[in-house]
Nanobody, 127 residues
Framework: TVQLVESGGGSVQAGGSLRLSCGVS????????MGWFRQAPGKEREAVAT???????????HYPDSVEGRFTISRDSAKSTLFLQMNSLKPEDTAMYYC?????????????????WGQGTQVTVSS
């Protein structure tokens, strides 16, 4: 069973930084998508950082224009924790952030394609 547990959210002023963590267990596939999505009230869940992993190696990374250059996705050497480093945060980054993975995803950036999600962690950026 795939399990994902996020932590690290909180409140910060605009221009500040936060690092989110996601403990990952139960992945047995050797090719899968993994990443971070966010959802603000009244809005659709959107990808903010996604990776394609093959044979334990990140082979590609994608960021939308809205976070490119400010957010960085990474994993620890044990490949059991996924991180999202968020710098230069803006009020529009305020949302619930979710960690996700699935070996059967067709498009890594489509939330509807993922079956496994963490419980989410709130990020609030004040101006």
């Amino acid at each position: 069973t795939v399990q994902l547990v996020e932590s690290g959210g909180g409140s910060v002023q605009a221009g500040g930084s936060l690092r989110l963590s996601c403990g990952v267990s139960g992945i047995t596939a050797n090719h899968y998508c993994m990443g971070w999505f966010r959802q603000a009230p009244g809005k659709e869940r959107e990808a903010v950082a996604t990776v394609v992993i093959t044979d334990d190696i990140i082979v590609s990374t994608h960021y939308p224009d809205s976070v490119e250059g400010r957010f960085t996705i990474s994993r620890d050497s044990a490949k059991s924790t996924l991180f999202l480093q968020m710098n230069s945060l803006k009020p529009e980054d305020t949302a619930m952030y979710y960690c996700t993975t699935d070996p059967s995803v067709r498009s890594c950036t489509k939330a509807a394609d993922y079956r496994y999600w963490g419980q989410g962690t709130q990020v609030t950026v004040s101006s």
